[in-house]
Protein backbone atom coordinates (compact mmCIF):
# COMPACT_ATOMS: atom_id res chain seq x y z
CA UNK A 1 0.00 0.00 0.00
CA UNK A 2 2.68 2.08 0.35
CA UNK A 3 4.40 2.15 -2.58
CA UNK A 4 0.93 1.19 -4.85
CA UNK A 5 0.38 3.94 -7.59
CA UNK A 6 -3.75 3.74 -6.68
CA UNK A 7 -2.67 5.24 -3.47
CA UNK A 8 -0.89 8.10 -4.85
CA UNK A 9 -1.89 11.47 -4.11
CA UNK A 10 -2.68 14.40 -6.97
CA UNK A 11 0.77 15.02 -7.39
CA UNK A 12 1.49 11.46 -8.39
CA UNK A 13 3.24 10.70 -5.04
CA UNK A 14 2.98 7.72 -3.44
CA UNK A 15 3.05 7.01 0.50
CA UNK A 16 6.64 5.87 -0.03
CA UNK A 17 7.38 9.10 -1.29
CA UNK A 18 6.00 10.76 1.39
CA UNK A 19 7.29 8.46 3.94
CA UNK A 20 10.82 9.31 2.61
CA UNK A 21 10.10 12.87 2.43
CA UNK A 22 8.57 12.58 6.16
CA UNK A 23 11.87 11.31 7.72
CA UNK A 24 13.77 14.08 5.89
CA UNK A 25 11.62 16.51 7.39
CA UNK A 26 12.06 14.39 10.40
CA UNK A 27 16.24 14.87 10.24
CA UNK A 28 16.18 18.63 9.28
CA UNK A 29 13.62 19.60 12.53
CA UNK A 30 15.99 17.95 15.01
CA UNK A 31 19.03 19.12 12.76
CA UNK A 32 18.21 22.65 13.56
CA UNK A 33 18.71 22.36 17.24
CA UNK A 34 22.39 21.77 18.19
CA UNK A 35 21.90 19.44 21.60
CA UNK A 36 19.54 17.40 19.68
CA UNK A 37 21.42 16.94 16.34
CA UNK A 38 24.88 16.00 17.72
CA UNK A 39 23.18 13.69 21.48
CA UNK A 40 19.81 12.39 19.33
CA UNK A 41 20.07 8.69 18.45
CA UNK A 42 18.07 7.38 15.76
CA UNK A 43 17.25 3.38 14.88
CA UNK A 44 14.47 2.43 11.69
CA UNK A 45 12.70 -0.38 11.85
CA UNK A 46 10.94 -1.05 8.22
CA UNK A 47 8.45 -3.75 8.38
CA UNK A 48 6.89 -4.92 5.50
CA UNK A 49 7.37 -8.33 3.23
CA UNK A 50 10.59 -9.02 1.70
CA UNK A 51 12.58 -11.45 -0.24
CA UNK A 52 14.88 -12.91 1.86
CA UNK A 53 16.31 -16.46 0.66
CA UNK A 54 18.08 -17.13 3.80
CA UNK A 55 14.22 -17.15 5.76
CA UNK A 56 12.74 -20.47 5.91
CA UNK A 57 9.24 -18.37 4.27
CA UNK A 58 11.30 -17.22 1.74
CA UNK A 59 10.49 -13.39 2.81
CA UNK A 60 11.11 -11.46 6.20
CA UNK A 61 8.20 -9.19 7.52
CA UNK A 62 10.76 -6.90 9.98
CA UNK A 63 14.46 -5.68 9.87
CA UNK A 64 16.05 -2.89 10.72
CA UNK A 65 17.04 -0.89 8.13
CA UNK A 66 19.24 1.51 10.23
CA UNK A 67 21.00 0.48 13.65
CA UNK A 68 21.15 3.53 16.60
CA UNK A 69 23.41 6.49 15.32
CA UNK A 70 23.65 9.75 16.13
CA UNK A 71 22.28 11.99 13.59
CA UNK A 72 24.93 13.62 11.37
CA UNK A 73 25.40 9.75 10.21
CA UNK A 74 21.54 9.17 9.41
CA UNK A 75 20.65 8.30 6.00
CA UNK A 76 18.14 7.54 3.74
CA UNK A 77 15.61 4.28 3.84
CA UNK A 78 16.14 1.57 1.55
CA UNK A 79 13.07 1.02 -0.69
CA UNK A 80 12.92 -2.54 -0.87
CA UNK A 81 9.84 -3.51 0.41
CA UNK A 82 7.37 -5.47 -1.48
CA UNK A 83 4.11 -6.75 0.53
CA UNK A 84 2.31 -6.51 3.59
CA UNK A 85 3.25 -4.25 6.71
CA UNK A 86 2.91 -6.23 9.85
CA UNK A 87 2.70 -3.07 12.07
CA UNK A 88 2.46 -4.80 15.33
CA UNK A 89 6.09 -6.93 14.48
CA UNK A 90 7.35 -4.09 13.70
CA UNK A 91 6.93 -1.96 16.81
CA UNK A 92 7.58 -4.58 19.10
CA UNK A 93 10.86 -5.22 17.12
CA UNK A 94 11.53 -1.22 17.36
CA UNK A 95 10.52 -1.91 21.20
CA UNK A 96 13.21 -4.55 21.63
CA UNK A 97 15.96 -2.55 19.95
CA UNK A 98 14.90 0.22 22.44
CA UNK A 99 15.45 -1.81 25.50
CA UNK A 100 18.54 -3.29 23.94
CA UNK A 101 19.58 0.29 23.75
CA UNK A 102 18.93 1.59 27.29
CA UNK A 103 20.30 -1.29 28.88
CA UNK A 104 23.19 -0.68 26.95
CA UNK A 105 23.58 3.32 28.03
CA UNK A 106 22.79 1.93 31.70
CA UNK A 107 25.71 -0.61 31.25
CA UNK A 108 27.94 1.81 30.50
CA UNK A 109 26.73 4.66 32.57
CA UNK A 110 25.31 6.86 30.08
CA UNK A 111 22.45 8.91 30.91
CA UNK A 112 19.18 9.19 28.47
CA UNK A 113 16.30 11.06 28.16
CA UNK A 114 12.80 9.56 28.07
CA UNK A 115 13.16 7.73 24.71
CA UNK A 116 10.73 8.28 21.56
CA UNK A 117 9.36 6.02 19.32
CA UNK A 118 7.69 7.44 15.98
CA UNK A 119 5.74 5.45 14.06
CA UNK A 120 5.10 6.43 10.02
CA UNK A 121 3.04 4.56 8.60
CA UNK A 122 -0.41 4.47 6.20
CA UNK A 123 -2.05 2.89 8.62
CA UNK A 124 -2.93 -0.33 7.39
CA UNK A 125 -1.75 -3.48 9.32
CA UNK A 126 -1.57 -5.89 6.80
CA UNK A 127 -1.22 -9.87 7.17
CA UNK A 128 1.52 -11.53 5.52
CA UNK A 129 1.16 -14.13 2.95
CA UNK A 130 1.11 -16.74 5.79
CA UNK A 131 -2.25 -15.91 7.10
CA UNK A 132 -4.42 -16.95 4.41
CA UNK A 133 -7.60 -18.72 4.89
CA UNK A 134 -6.81 -22.36 3.09
CA UNK A 135 -9.85 -22.63 1.63
CA UNK A 136 -10.76 -19.09 0.34
CA UNK A 137 -6.87 -17.77 0.34
CA UNK A 138 -8.64 -14.33 1.81
CA UNK A 139 -6.63 -12.53 4.20
CA UNK A 140 -6.86 -13.39 7.99
CA UNK A 141 -6.91 -10.17 9.88
CA UNK A 142 -7.09 -12.24 13.22
CA UNK A 143 -3.98 -12.82 14.25
CA UNK A 144 -3.09 -9.12 13.60
CA UNK A 145 -5.23 -7.64 15.08
CA UNK A 146 -4.92 -9.62 18.05
CA UNK A 147 -0.90 -8.85 17.86
CA UNK A 148 -1.85 -5.29 17.04
CA UNK A 149 -3.94 -5.14 20.27
CA UNK A 150 -1.44 -6.89 22.72
CA UNK A 151 1.66 -3.94 21.04
CA UNK A 152 -1.02 -1.10 21.84
CA UNK A 153 -1.73 -2.06 25.11
CA UNK A 154 1.87 -2.50 25.79
CA UNK A 155 2.52 0.93 24.07
CA UNK A 156 0.12 2.72 26.15
CA UNK A 157 1.65 1.23 29.55
CA UNK A 158 5.08 2.30 28.81
CA UNK A 159 3.69 5.87 28.07
CA UNK A 160 1.73 5.61 31.38
CA UNK A 161 4.35 5.17 33.19
CA UNK A 162 6.54 8.00 31.45
CA UNK A 163 8.80 4.84 30.24
CA UNK A 164 7.92 6.02 26.25
CA UNK A 165 6.97 9.41 24.21
CA UNK A 166 5.02 7.94 21.08
CA UNK A 167 4.59 9.66 18.03
CA UNK A 168 2.26 8.50 15.22
CA UNK A 169 2.41 10.13 11.71
CA UNK A 170 -0.35 9.01 9.47
CA UNK A 171 0.88 8.86 5.92
CA UNK A 172 -2.29 8.90 3.61
CA UNK A 173 -3.64 10.98 0.91
CA UNK A 174 -6.83 13.89 0.87
CA UNK A 175 -9.01 11.14 -1.03
CA UNK A 176 -8.37 8.29 1.74
CA UNK A 177 -11.99 7.73 2.45
CA UNK A 178 -11.16 5.27 5.36
CA UNK A 179 -9.03 7.90 7.57
Same mark, same amino acid.
Given at each position: ?37 D ?55 ? /? #? ?7 ? $??? +?? @???N ?33 ? /? #? ?6 K? $??? +?? @? ?16
Amino acid at each position: SMKDAKFSDEYGYTRMDRLREGISQFYNELSKDDTLSDSVEISIVAFAERPDPNSETGFIQTWVEQEFTTLPYCQAINDNAHGSGDTPAGVELG /L #SLLEKEKQF $LKD +NR @KRYNQPWIVIMSDGRATPSRLSRNPYTNEKDFSDIDYR /L #SQVQSRVKA $LQA +NK @KLTVISVLISEKNDGQY
